[in-house]
């Protein structure tokens, strides 16, 4: 139903039933977009994501008959950038394949942004940190672009979510909680400061050139 559905909107599509298969095929074909299932024999959806992402940052999206926040915040912690709950609109899928997608060619000709300790490139998609390179996932990478867009001012929950994942997510806080977690790692490193600060209750503030941590 996929394979047809995406075939139909004139996307080149290759599907695979052996997880195995498909970290193969991925490293031959280099697609722009991955889909997987989350329960597999043999591999499961969550490490097929580590896989891949271990090599690039292209949008991976999860499909799963499994709604638990403990099972979402699994596979965003290993790499994917969406979660998508079955049963669903074959038109709501489509939707966030579009989105992630658009994403890419949208940033061609955006002006670097220099601020505080960072520079951030999106026609690149490159990050650095006072000069330390950072690779970010691409919805990591949209959070920091939003940050460094806004940075000193308090962006709210819903603003990030939205902006980031669309308007569908706006109730899905588990999706920044992982992202946001995972950003302040790669931000820090070994550097003793701290970039993104929690407003309780509100949202987040981005501090360009950082406080003690």
Same mark, same amino acid.
């Given at each position: ?17 052996? =997880? ?10 280099? =697609? ?9 024999? @043999? ?6 994501? $580590? ?15 499994? %709604? ?12 994917? %950038? %969406?979660?998508?709950? #079955? ?8 939707? $966030?394949?579009?989105?992630?997608? $658009? $994403? ?11 601020? @505080? ?23 990591? /990478?949209?959070?920091?672009?939003? /940050? ?30 992982? /992202? ?5 790692? #790669?931000?820090? @490193? ?9 407003? =309780? ?6 501090? =360009?050139? @950082?406080?003690?941590?």
């Amino acid at each position: 139903m996929l394979r047809a559905s995406l075939s139909a909107q004139r996307y080149d599509v290759r599907t695979v039933n052996d =997880p195995e298969e498909a970290v193969r095929v991925f490293e031959d074909w280099n =697609p722009d977009l991955v889909i997987t299932d989350l329960m597999m024999p @043999g591999m499961s959806g969550v490490e097929i994501c $580590r896989a891949i992402r271990r090599q690039a940052s292209i949008p991976i999206l999860v499909l799963s008959v499994r %709604d638990q926040e403990h099972t979402k915040v699994e596979a965003l912690d290993a790499g994917a %950038d %969406d979660y998508v709950t #079955k049963p669903f609109s074959i038109q709501e899928l489509l939707a $966030r394949v579009r989105a992630h997608l $658009r $994403r890419a060619p949208e940033r061609v000709g955006d002006s670097a942004i220099q601020v @505080g300790d960072f520079l951030v490139d999106p026609a690149a998609h490159s990050v650095a940190v006072a000069g330390r390179p950072v690779h970010l996932t691409p919805k990591e /990478f949209d959070l920091l672009l939003l /940050f460094a867009r806004n940075a000193g001012k308090v962006l709210t929950h819903r603003v990030l979510l939205t902006a980031v994942w669309g308007a569908q997510s706006a109730q899905q806080p588990e999706y920044l909680r992982v /992202f946001i977690g995972q950003l302040r790692k #790669k931000l820090q @490193g070994d550097a003793h400061k701290e970039y993104i600060q929690t407003e =309780p209750w509100v949202g987040y503030r981005f501090l =360009p050139e @950082g406080a003690a941590a």
